[in-house]
């Protein structure tokens, strides 16, 4: 199967610090990572569309200057959260495709900012 | 904007009891159809998916799903639920004629099944 794994898996961060979170595939090549934003007892919305190689692709209301996206490789995507505020706290979740195992996820990063 | 919609937010069942979940999309053009559970504490696993073909279709772990177009619904069905199913059940698609591969997720039902 595919395997997405997800670094770290809970993080508590000071207000003003960057946190940065990686998503690695670690059986395939992913050259398009998903990056997902879930609230409490809420759905996953898409932050962001990561290609490898070239910029993200960001969601209407999603500033690209706090959460920067860098896809270097194939096999690895990551998301800074840059000067972090409490409302940043929230459960992030990356994803990626691979046929014919669809989409696999990460186990997400639980991020609290004080 | 094409959405996902559930509207059951919370569902309570015992053991044995018969589930039912729904979902409802809003596009009109061809796409493709999600089921994912989230259980306490880990990571979303697929149930089931719809590309084309038999709308019903077959997952794992007992559950299955019908994609009836006509009512733009791939409502989740499982007989005979257990303590274990007690998890976050979403429902996702895919719009395939944007090239856009991202899933779009509903808002989640949350189940719990008593003993």
Request: aromatic content about 4%.
């Given at each position: 199967g595919a395997v997405v794994s997800q670094h770290p898996s809970r993080v508590i961060c000071k207000s003003g610090t960057s946190v940065k979170i990686e998503c690695r595939s670690l059986d395939f090549q992913a050259t398009t990572m998903f990056w997902y934003r879930q609230f409490p007892k809420q759905s996953l919305m898409l932050m962001a569309t990561s290609n490898e190689g070239s910029k993200a692709t960001y969601e209407q209301g999603v500033e690209k200057d706090k959460f920067l996206?860098?896809?270097?490789?194939?096999?690895?995507?990551?998301?800074?959260?840059?000067?972090?505020?409490?409302?940043?706290?929230?459960?992030?979740?990356?994803?990626?495709?691979?046929?014919?195992y669809g989409y696999t996820f990460g186990s997400g990063t639980r991020l609290t900012v004080v | 904007?094409?959405?996902?919609?559930?509207?059951?937010?919370?569902?309570?069942?015992?053991?044995?009891?018969?589930?039912?979940?729904?979902?409802n999309y809003s596009y009109g053009g061809t796409v493709n159809l999600f089921w994912y559970v989230q259980y306490p504490g880990q990571h979303l696993q697929l149930l089931l998916k719809y590309f084309s073909g038999d709308p019903l279709v077959k997952g794992i772990k007992g559950f299955e799903a019908e994609f009836i177009k006509s009512k733009f619904s791939f409502n989740l069905r499982k007989p005979s639920v257990q303590w274990s199913d007690t998890a976050e059940y979403f429902c996702a698609v895919i719009i395939m004629d944007t090239g856009r591969r991202a899933l779009t997720f509903g808002s989640g039902t949350r189940l719990q099944v008593q003993p």
């Open positions: 996206i860098n896809h270097a490789s194939l096999t690895l995507s990551t998301l800074t959260v840059t000067s972090a505020h409490p409302e940043d706290s929230s459960f992030y979740i990356c994803s990626a495709n691979r046929d014919p | 904007a094409q959405s996902v919609s559930q509207h059951n937010h919370h569902v309570i069942l015992s053991e044995a009891a018969s589930l039912e979940l729904g979902c």
